[in-house]
């Protein structure tokens, strides 16, 4: 196994990540924590933005659309469709 190394560290959640997403390019990863927090990291412009928080639930599921505007998410008791969300 060859060496690897960290290219950059995010740290934005406050709680565990359960659910990771990436779209088809590698370039946008969306993550889901336990505590509800839902975040797009654009990893061309080294940047991330919350796109939700849904209290009380715990992200199940995370899927992004192949023109990366809809970012579906499910918990235990919810299904949500977010739209343009470049």
Known sequence: M???RVMHN???HTDSIV???TNETLTKV???SS???IYMTDLNKSKYCRIDK???ESIL???ISSDNT???CSTKNDFREYVRIK
């Open 35 to 37: 505590n509800g927090e």
């Open 2 to 4: 060859r060496n690897q």
């Open 54 to 56: 849904i209290e009380g």
């Open 70 to 72: 809809q970012l579906f």
């Open 30 to 32: 969306l993550t889901g």
């Open 19 to 21: 659910a990771m997403k």
């Open 10 to 12: 995010y740290e934005f």
């Open 61 to 63: 599921s995370l899927a």
